[in-house]
């Protein structure tokens, strides 16, 4: 059987946005190609290691093309790495999952004709993948790294490794969001190649949504509805011009992309503010999906009976008000059809958000998109409420009314995200994370 070394030849620091790695250069005895692997903090005798087994993707990693999903990983599994304290990227040269770059550009021919990414390669005479982690799993031994924890969706790859000798102790995901161009790729991947991924084609309908992973989600855990927090601001940070005035920020590309993320929740929630500035539909209009429920929260109960709430097709608004509300003003949106609950005030005179979604997720609400406005942002950010944050930047300047408002009151409140995310729709950048609750810096 041939005797395949490796051997560690030079390494050099590269200082990245995503953290600084050291970056080794190995040569093998089997072929010419320049395997490396981007290394951060101690790895010798260390269990457990963080590890992402990257193949080359030239198309994807360096053009950033969205055809795969290969250049975000790579991003994204730095970044976890550099996170982590420790970790590395093995970085292999075989491109196309091992067919080359010249028959992967042949194949994605075949598939703008109607071949799926397994069949063009079986057409150009190639296996569905082609690819070998033996150097891979030997560059490991250099580095002294006991057992890993894969970054990958990748189930071959897991026991690839395994049978070369790498002990695989936990499998991290690493998904990143689907859109237009490579979600037809990824389904394949997912029904034909066994690619772990959690996919719902039918969601994107073309437009990319920034979901979040339901791995991180903690309703189950917490009792209450997962928590999406999404606006658009003006680069400058600004929601609107100023207080109750209307202004439209985002482009249509994006507002499909808001319709679409509103689609995958059960309700809709803003404050009475953004009822009575912009009087908004709240439905998914723009897409295809079923129109989420409408949550107001309302103290006084300033609903105006004219709303557009009261005449679009969506499900009659939920309202939640004080305790003092007038009893004329319930009994009067009671009459047109709407919801009235009251619930008691917060230590800050606010309505109390926990019980607002504790009891809407005792009627089945699993997940809630708030769409703000000001006051409201504030508030579910300094509840700590919010397990998913997606934001629409447009290029403008607006100077005006900032997204959120006296968050400084805490001090050295300051809420991090991470597992990021971006997306180009139009003019607007799209973004998106998870907050860090647990290492939140006050």
């Known amino acids: 059987m041939f005797d395949l070394r490796v051997t560690r030849d030079v390494s050099a620091r590269i200082p990245t946005k995503e953290g600084d790695f050291s970056l080794i250069y190995y040569s093998n005895n089997k072929d010419d190609k320049e395997h490396v692997a ?154 034909r190649m066994g690619h772990m991924l959690d996919l719902d084609t039918k969601a994107y309908r073309g437009v990319p949504i920034p979901i979040a992973p339901k791995n991180i989600s903690k309703e189950a855990e917490l009792k209450r509805p997962f928590v999406t927090l999404t606006y658009a601001q003006s680069i400058d940070g600004s929601i609107a011009l100023d207080e109750g005035v209307p202004f439209s920020i985002s482009g249509q590309q994006a507002n499909a992309m808001t319709h679409a993320l509103r689609s995958e929740h059960d309700g809709i929630l803003v404050g009475i503010g953004t009822i009575i500035s912009d009087d908004p539909d709240l439905t998914v209009r723009e897409v295809e999906g079923i129109n989420p429920q409408p949550i107001i929260l309302d103290t006084q109960l300033r609903f105006p009976i004219t709303a557009n709430l009261l005449r679009n097709s969506g499900p009659p608004a939920w309202i939640f008000c004080g305790p003092d509300a007038p009893d004329d003003k319930r009994r009067e949106l009671e009459a047109a059809g709407l919801r009235v609950s009251s619930v008691m005030l917060d230590a800050e005179g606010k309505l109390d958000l926990k019980k607002i979604l504790k009891s809407v997720y005792l009627q089945g609400f699993r997940s809630i998109m708030v769409e703000g406005g000001r006051q409201v942002i504030t508030q579910f950010i300094l509840s700590e409420l919010v397990d998913h944050v997606v934001i629409t930047l447009t290029p403008s300047l607006l100077g005006g009314l900032n997204a959120i408002g006296d968050i400084n009151k805490l001090g050295n409140f300051r809420p991090r995200l991470r597992n990021i995310g971006y997306e180009k729709l139009g003019d607007d950048f799209i973004v998106w994370g998870t907050p860090d609750w647990e290492n939140i810096e006050k």
């Open 38 to 191: 981007l290394v951060t903090g101690p790895l010798e005798g260390k269990s457990d290691v963080l590890v992402r087994i990257h193949s080359e993707c030239f198309t994807g990693d360096v053009f950033g093309s969205r055809r795969c999903d290969c250049g975000n990983q790579l991003r994204q599994a730095m970044e976890k790495i550099s996170e982590e304290g420790s970790g590395v990227v093995i970085y292999l040269r075989q491109e196309g999952r091992g067919i080359g770059l010249r028959d992967k550009l042949r194949a994605y021919n075949l598939q703008d004709e109607g071949y799926d990414t397994v069949d063009a390669n079986i057409e150009l005479g190639h296996q569905a993948d082609e690819r070998d982690y033996r150097v891979a799993c030997l560059m490991l031994e250099d580095l002294g790294v006991q057992s890993v924890k894969l970054l990958t969706n990748n189930s071959l790859k897991i026991s690839a490794l395994e049978k070369f000798g790498i002990d695989v102790s936990k499998r991290e995901p690493i998904e990143t969001i689907p859109n237009q161009d490579n979600i037809d790729y990824l389904s394949t991947k997912s029904k």
